[in-house]
């Protein structure tokens, strides 16, 4: 078995079992061809970014178009309802890491009324209609507290 040696391809070496041979590759992206068959594939291609081409008018289309294919084709729900499902699961969860000799009973306590609170409120179910209507940008939520005792969070 012979195997490649840079001393021997680039100064011939003196084994002379590698061979000099040169090989030009030529190459080219098929994407970049336009032919009959693709121009019109390719018309409206043009150099703007994503960000410049999104003008305001554009973005209320396509939030239109893309509320209208989520409440009527399925598999465009399943994808929404997946990614909200897989991104928020059961819903947050608080892990409390007070420094070095903290009661560990202080953490649990904590994580427990945080868990508490999160049921309470739904905190899982808001942050999942949250991610469903807005897919792929933030949102932003906002708790309000009624002073009625009764009031639900």
Known sequence: MVWWNPKTWFEGGTSGRVPRVWRFIRA?????QTTPD??????NADLLSADAAATPEIRRILRSRARYEVANNCYARGIILTLANDVIGTGPRLQMLLGDGADAGVN??????FARWARAARLAE???????????AQACAMWAYASSASARP
């Open 28 to 32: 080219k992206f098929d994407s970049a």
């Open 38 to 43: 693709n121009r019109r594939h390719w018309a």
């Open 108 to 113: 649990q306590t904590i994580e427990r009324e």
């Open 126 to 136: 808001k942050l999942r209609t949250m991610r469903m209507s807005r897919p792929s």
